[in-house]
């Protein structure tokens, strides 16, 4: 059981700042809601259609500016899920505000830039009020009781892993058949882009190994290149 419960803490720590709904209104909680059964076909194909509706809202709304992230992110207990966005001009514009504070004004625009690059939360795009995808609230709590249903069954974690892979899988899925509508671009443009599922402060392996789940191997590449120099910065 102990791999389960590593995995549960990863998922269940809590995600600073990044995660949080935009409003003041905390998700619901999973013992607050009465029980549902997960239905994963459901999940994807919601997260398919709010997804694909709001990276096109987004999109729209700022058609001169070069984007280079769209995501879902969630929260580590996964009992709520949003979109989010990243562009280089929203970038330029973090690291100007950064570069003000006395903690970073040591700091030069391009070592900022590439600190801040793939952090949703310091994204101008985040944190919009109609990001969330409040329409998926009950079957992403359901998703959330049957993790913490699976998190103590006597199998090794065998259970838990399955369905933690399954969730993950309606994301990916979701996210080529978003794709696939040409919303994140498409020939050398969409080599630029990386389609992502974030949770804020999770493992730079995490994050890459998803997106090479449903991205062009270049912008996979542009993503690994970016995280292991924005660690070597900040040794």
Not at 104 to 133: Q, T
Not at 136 to 150: F, G, K, T
Not at 153 to 168: I, M, N, W
Request: net charge neutral.
């Amino acid at each position: 059981m102990q791999s389960a419960r590593v995995t549960l803490l990863f998922l269940f720590a809590g995600l600073v700042g990044c995660v949080s709904r935009s409003t003041d209104e905390a998700p619901p909680k999973v013992d607050n809601v009465p029980m549902q059964k997960a239905d994963l076909k459901k999940l994807e194909d919601e997260l398919y259609r709010h997804g694909l509706a709001n990276f096109r809202r987004i999109r729209e709304a700022h058609p001169k500016d070069k984007f280079y992230c769209f995501a879902f992110y969630t929260n580590g207990e996964m009992n709520y899920v949003g979109v989010t966005a990243s562009t280089y001009e929203g970038l330029d514009k973090v690291a100007e505000e950064y570069k003000k504070k006395p903690p970073y004004k040591a700091m030069s625009i391009e070592d900022l830039r590439l600190d801040l690059k793939w952090s949703p939360c310091d994204s101008p795009l985040h944190g919009d009020a109609e990001n969330d995808l409040t329409a998926l609230d009950s079957s992403m709590q359901a998703v959330a009781a049957e993790l913490y249903r699976r998190f103590d069954l006597k199998d090794d974690g065998k259970s838990f892993k399955e369905f933690e892979a399954q969730v993950r899988g309606c994301f990916a899925n979701a996210l080529k058949r978003i794709g696939a509508e040409g919303v994140f671009g498409s020939g050398d443009e969409r080599k630029k882009v990386v389609a992502n599922l974030l949770m804020g402060d999770q493992s730079d392996e995490d994050r890459i190994g998803f997106a090479a789940r449903v991205n062009p191997a270049e912008s996979v590449q542009m993503l690994k290149q970016d995280l292991e120099a924005a660690s070597r910065l900040r040794r």
